[in-house]
């Protein structure tokens, strides 16, 4: 049996100990007794899940998917260049070049995707509670200017939750596999099988991502929802 699981940091299990081992799509797996694969990565947007699900991926190589979408406020953009994020190891100029660790921690496609994630507390702002946004720029290494003005005067609350929607009938509508599909967005307005943001932040680090017992708990409530549809 192979799984396929999707998201942002609390899949990919940021500020576990040993996220290979604790995060819950091993867990999962563990129990199952089934093959992980775990394309999550830290920032990651919908529109990052939905590309490896059309583009990247054949979602019928696997027996059931576990998609945890994110902020909506997420996206990416393709560079036709390799886009430098260290400062002492440059990209490859030829397939014979090394290939810096950095590179392995996402997928294969992601090489040229180029992530856009705003400030933790925009959401916050966007759907008009306390959010300190005056430094916004500050987050964006590429484009700056044009991502704050996107941000601040061009998209709003209605074009995230219709992107949203977008997004998440895409997926529904494309995987045609057995589903479980969750969230931490705690805005939305969609019927997720599970909403991860669900209040727990006794058991969160101090970044805000789930400890290795929470991980467990999401485990536990989605092998139930993967018994109703198996």
């Not at 992980?36 to 919908?46: F, K, M, V, Y």
């Not at 759907?127 to 044009?146: A, N, Q, T």
């Not at 601040?152 to 596999?177: A, G, L």
């Not at 209040?199 to 999401?218: E, Q």
Request: charged letters at 30%; glycine letters at 6%.
């Amino acid at each position: 049996m192979k799984i396929y699981f999707d998201g942002c940091s609390w899949t990919q299990g940021d500020e576990l100990q040993n996220p290979e081992e604790e995060r819950f799509s091993k867990v999962i797996c563990d129990k199952l007794g089934a093959e992980e694969t775990n394309l999550a990565i830290g920032g990651g947007s919908n529109n990052r899940i939905v590309r490896n699900l059309l583009v990247e991926n054949n979602i019928e190589d696997y027996d059931l998917a576990v998609i945890q979408m994110t902020f909506p406020a997420r996206t990416e953009y393709y560079d036709d260049q390799w886009v430098k994020v260290s400062r002492n190891r440059p990209w490859p100029q030829s397939d014979k070049d090394e290939v810096p660790n950095l590179l392995l921690a996402g997928t294969p496609g992601d090489a040229q995707w180029v992530k856009v994630s705003p400030k933790n507390n925009y959401n916050k702002w966007l759907h008009g509670e306390k959010g300190d946004i005056r430094r916004l720029g500050e987050k964006f290494p590429h484009h700056s200017d044009f991502w704050k003005y996107w941000y601040m005067h061009v998209s709003n609350q209605k074009y995230f939750e219709t992107i949203e929607k977008i997004h998440y009938h895409t997926i529904r509508n494309s995987c045609k596999i057995p589903l479980v599909l969750v969230s931490i967005n705690r805005w939305t307005k969609l019927p997720f099988d599970m909403q991860l943001e669900d209040g727990t932040r006794n058991m969160r680090h101090k970044r805000g991502h789930p400890n290795k017992d929470l991980h467990r708990h999401f485990a536990h409530k989605m092998l139930d929802i993967i018994k109703d549809r198996l």
